[in-house]
T-cell receptor, first 115, second 110 residues
Framework: GAVVSQHPSWVICKSGTSVKIECRSLDFQATTMFWYRQFPKQSLMLMAT?????????EQGVEKDKFLINHASLTLSTLTVTSAHPEDSSFYIC???????????FGSGTRLTVV | KQEVTQIPAALSVPEGENLVLNCSFT??????LQWFRQDPGKGLTSLLLIQSSQREQTSGRLNASLDKSSGRSTLYIAASQPGDSATYLC?????????FGTGTRLLVSP
């Protein structure tokens, strides 16, 4: 149980375009999901906490207008990278925690390359 | 601010060796600590979770310990195998957030 699906697994886009990444909890409902960013050979950095039915909470230094988060249902959160630039190229991973569970489950990640 | 550090940053061992990965954190006010494995270009696989009230957890060849008062956790891997090669991350949970360590890249040679 506690499976999180993330799509797409990789995407290449042109500078200036927007890219949407989906994170779904397949077998449980998640009122809260989390979005992380990982640079090569570095650890995961929390970008924002996605709250179902309300605004996301962004970590310090993360541009909320650039990284739009929508959590419209209890099983789906989306991260949209708007007006992407090469410096946005990174590995993005989402996670969620089943209610009552102690641990977090992670998606398989999305490799974004902006050219 | 919680900071999590892992030592060593990289480790290369021959197959069959027992090894220890270390994780330290600065704020002992944690709910739990979780060890993950990450293969190159992939997501995270949870290995073990230790609640703040627990001292250790075991799963197969893996054993994780937690000393909350000193801000330390260790992951012990017995009889290492080439398939264990990956990056190992520890993460501390506090105030609904996970703070990740810097990771240990492990290479087990046949």
């Amino acid at each position: 149980g506690a499976v999180v699906s993330q799509h797409p697994s990789w995407v290449i886009c042109k500078s200036g375009t927007s890219v949407k990444i989906e994170c779904r909890s397949l077998d449980f409902q998640a009122t809260t999901m989390f979005w992380y960013r990982q640079f090569p050979k570095q650890s995961l950095m929390l970008m924002a906490t996605s709250n179902e039915g309300s605004k996301a909470t962004y970590e310090q230094g993360v541009e909320k207008d650039k990284f739009l988060i929508n959590h419209a249902s209890l099983t789906l959160s989306t991260l949209t990278v708007t007006s992407a630039h090469p410096e946005d190229s990174s590995f993005y991973i989402c996670s969620a925690r089943r209610t009552g569970a102690a641990g977090y489950t992670f998606g398989s990640g999305t490799r974004l390359t902006v050219v | 601010k919680q900071e999590v550090t892992q030592i060593p940053a990289a480790l290369s061992v021959p197959e069959g060796e027992n090894l220890v990965l270390n994780c330290s954190f600065t704020d002992s006010a944690i709910y739990n600590l979780q060890w993950f494995r990450q293969d190159p270009g992939k997501g995270l696989t949870s290995l073990l979770l230790i609640q703040s009230s627990q001292r250790e957890q075991t799963s197969g060849r893996l054993n994780a310990s937690l000393d909350k008062s000193s801000g330390r956790s260790t992951l012990y891997i017995a009889a290492s195998q080439p398939g264990d090669s990956a990056t190992y991350l520890c993460a501390v949970s506090s105030f609904q957030k996970l703070v990740f360590g810097t990771g240990t890249r492990l290479l087990v040679s046949p």
